[in-house]
């Protein structure tokens, strides 16, 4: 089915430990970005991406890493993970950022730092 | 940066009612999006508004595009169980560095049979 796949849907880190949510886009999307959703604070731009080889950094991006080295994926890696960094991660893609068809977004990624 | 104020935060209606949200913010944007989410789910576009004035309505949904371009309200008519979620508002400014979705922080509406 054509959409936006996220994996792993729970996971749980230790502080300090290090981890890459996978995400992966089937509808040839230029545009790619992730946001952390937490209680209260809606949805906010962590990293984004405008194609292929092109990365950029978006409102709380302090803690996370991605690269783009294909059209389809572009994973987040949490370097050090830190009790901060619980959160439900969601992956959004696009044809472009300007896109007039607005977002489509997987299903998330719950994440636990204990 | 940018901020969107998204009221209420929060409903809890009675079956068959209307319901009534918006959204403002202090710059214009050139496109207005309104999102629902499901429990456990990410955020489904329901209506996406790209003109000043305009009024778009799909089922039971209305959302209007402020004049002014600072804002947005999205209407529910009748409500039903499958309601039930967080709606979000979002905006959009084209070019440069600010072309990336905003979110408003959300109204999480409940409904009572």
């Known amino acids: 089915n054509a959409g936006v796949t996220q994996t792993p849907k729970f996971q749980v880190l230790k502080t300090g430990q290090s981890m890459t949510l996978q995400c992966a886009q089937d509808?040839?999307?230029?545009?790619m970005s992730w946001y952390r959703q937490d209680p209260g604070m809606g949805l906010r731009l962590i990293h984004y991406s405008v194609g292929a080889g092109i990365t950029d950094q978006g409102e709380v991006p302090n803690g996370y890493n991605v690269s783009r080295s294909t059209t389809e994926d572009f994973p987040l890696r949490l370097l050090s993970a830190a009790p901060s960094q619980t959160s439900v991660y969601f992956c959004?893609?696009?044809?472009?950022?300007?896109?007039?068809?607005?977002?489509?977004f997987g299903s998330g990624t719950r994440l636990t730092v204990v | 940066g940018q901020q969107l104020n998204q009221s209420p935060q929060s409903m809890f209606i009675q079956e068959g009612e209307d319901v009534s949200m918006n959204c403002t913010s202090s710059?214009?944007?050139?496109?207005w999006l309104w999102y629902k989410q499901d429990p456990g789910e990410g955020p489904v576009l329901l209506i996406a508004?790209?003109?000043?004035?305009e009024l778009t309505s799909n089922g039971r949904l209305t959302a209007q595009f402020g004049i002014t371009r600072k804002d947005s309200f999205l209407n529910i008519s009748a409500s039903i169980p499958s309601d039930v979620g967080i709606y979000f508002c979002a905006g959009q400014l084209y070019g440069g560095s600010q072309g990336n979705l905003i979110f408003g922080k959300g109204t999480k509406l409940s409904v009572k049979p």
């Open positions: 959004a893609s696009s044809y472009s950022r300007d896109s007039l068809g607005g977002y489509t």
């Open positions: 509808m040839n999307h230029e545009y």
């Open positions: 710059s214009i944007f050139n496109t």
């Open positions: 508004l790209y003109k000043a004035g």
